[in-house]
């Protein structure tokens, strides 16, 4: 299908550490795009399996926050997440509801009842799982995982970036949720600034994002499958506190995060692997005739975080 995102404007910018500012870095990992992220279908999709051509990712040499540069422009950002269009994301419905349940418990144990914003709420699962207790809206910049938002699930989630959304005022949220997004915001520190802005004294940020500071992200190096191309931030536990200090947020939980899938959805992340563990994988659920069941893996390099807004009782 031919795509009618817009032309790429310049290929990459160079940028300082969105953490401290600062531009000395020492080079991590590196496989250039190819072909250029603005222009590659399916590489804003939350269900891409493309794990390679990643870009040049570097680790400030200051504050230790890891991140792709030079990366493609903020219009082009922009542009591939508004035109992205991910049908495959609906295949897995039963599993990201019961996902969704993972991260609503946790929320749970903090803040029970309120006012929630779901920051990159996609089709709505976690959305459709709040509102049970909570007063939800949502903020999606995908007009296609909008429209099936209100489609499916009935629910108030406006095709906006938190950056650029207007709409609430400041204080006016109880928790703000942000599951599997911080780390392809261009500017993740101003997200968790603005989100500490919407909450409430003593409200709470919810996030869910990979940790490269894990055991299983240092040992696969740059086969890490958290290494992407929609990826820009690469977040561990150090600069992960760091951020939310400099927002006004207290830490009160940090823990890994694991997930349920069908076992054919798992073996297709594996495509970028040794073709003998793939293929001998997929002949075992062929052979078992699981491939639609369901298998909960946590596999410690996700983590969820849990942050109060300081000035609360």
Known sequence: MASDRPAATEPLEEIPCNLCGGRRARLLHERPYQPYLAQEEGAF?????????????????????????????????????????????????????INSHFSLNTVKRFVRSGRLLE???????????????????????????????????????????????RRFVPGSFDVVAMIDVIEHLPDPRAAVCRAAELLRPGGLLYFVTPDIGSLSARMLGGYWWGLRPAHLYYLDQSTIGKMLDSAGL????????????????????????????????RWMIRWLDIGDKLLYLDTRDSVEICARKRGGS
């Open 119 to 165: 920051v990159g709420a996609s089709t709505g699962y976690f959305l459709n799982a709040a509102r049970v207790d909570y007063e939800v809206a949502g903020l999606e910049p995908s007009e296609w995982a909008c429209r099936i938002a209100r489609e499916r699930f009935g629910l108030e989630v406006h095709p906006e970036t938190l950056e650029s959304s």
């Open 250 to 281: 207290e830490m009160v939980l940090i823990k890994s995060f694991g997930r349920i899938f069908s076992y054919g959805y798992w073996v297709s992340r594996l495509k970028h692997y040794p073709p003998w563990i793939c293929g001998s994988l």
């Open 45 to 97: 999709t939350a269900t891409t399996d493309e794990f390679q051509n990643y870009g040049r990712i570097v680790r400030c040499l200051d504050c230790g926050l890891a991140y792709t540069n030079p990366r493609p422009k903020i219009a082009d950002i922009a542009a591939g997440y508004a035109a992205c269009v991910d049908e495959t994301y609906l295949s897995e419905s039963t599993s990201r509801s």
